[in-house]
């Protein structure tokens, strides 16, 4: 969606990644090529709207494993992990501490 076919000089390079993953978490002004689908992102990452909506249920459950195996995670990661409702996600992590 925020991609083109490569046409210039390369800064990074995300040979198995696909170009539909590029967004706002990446960092601004570089060209970034996703070798998955031979395209490279040119647009400023800083200007693409950040959801504000709820993550869907398994990518908590993602981030909570990763936090569960000691892996760093985003300022926002941290904030949806910290405020559970959900049944089976207060389930995972009342399993993983026990």
């Not at 990452?45 to 569960?68: F, M, Q």
């Not at 892996?71 to 009342?94: D, M, R």
Request: charged fraction near 20%.
């Amino acid at each position: 969606m925020y991609s083109q076919p490569v046409s210039k000089s390369i800064t990074s390079r995300r040979d198995k990644d696909m170009s539909y993953m590029f967004g706002p978490h990446h960092e601004s002004g570089t060209t970034i090529y996703f070798g998955g689908d031979g395209r490279e992102s040119t647009v400023d990452s800083s200007k693409i709207p950040v959801s504000t909506c709820n993550p869907p249920t398994w990518l908590v459950a993602d981030w909570i494993l990763a936090r569960n195996r000691g892996e760093p995670l985003s300022e926002n990661a941290e904030q949806h992990c910290s405020s559970i409702s959900h049944p089976a996600l207060l389930w995972l992590v009342e399993f993983l501490h026990s």
